[in-house]
């Protein structure tokens, strides 16, 4: 069975900078040193895991996660 879409938790390197990439549900990750290094490189690997076109999802859905910190 294809899954219509795969999303991917997005989240930024504070101490390095650039990006990774997480598919829920799937072994697949990637990062990137820009966002635009990182849409392709997620399209990349989606495409590498799923050998079969007919499998690949749909959709790709990039979910950013930001976590922030407040002194109280």
Same mark, same amino acid.
């Given at each position: 069975? @294809? #899954? @219509?879409?795969?999303?991917f938790e997005?989240?930024?390197d504070?101490?390095?900078?650039g990006?990774? #990439?997480? #598919?829920?549900?799937?072994?697949?990750?990637?990062q990137g040193?820009?966002?635009d290094?990182l $849409? $392709?490189?997620?399209?990349?690997?989606v495409d590498c895991y799923?050998?079969?076109?007919?499998? $690949?999802? $749909?959709?790709?859905r990039l979910?950013?996660v930001r976590?922030?910190v407040l002194?109280a």
């Open positions: 069975m @294809t #899954a @219509t879409e795969i999303i997005i989240s930024e504070e101490l390095d900078g990006y990774s #990439a997480s #598919a829920l549900g799937f072994g697949i990750h990637t040193d820009s966002m290094d $849409r $392709r490189n997620v399209r990349e690997a799923f050998d079969d076109a007919a499998d $690949r999802p $749909r959709l790709i979910h950013y976590d922030e002194v």
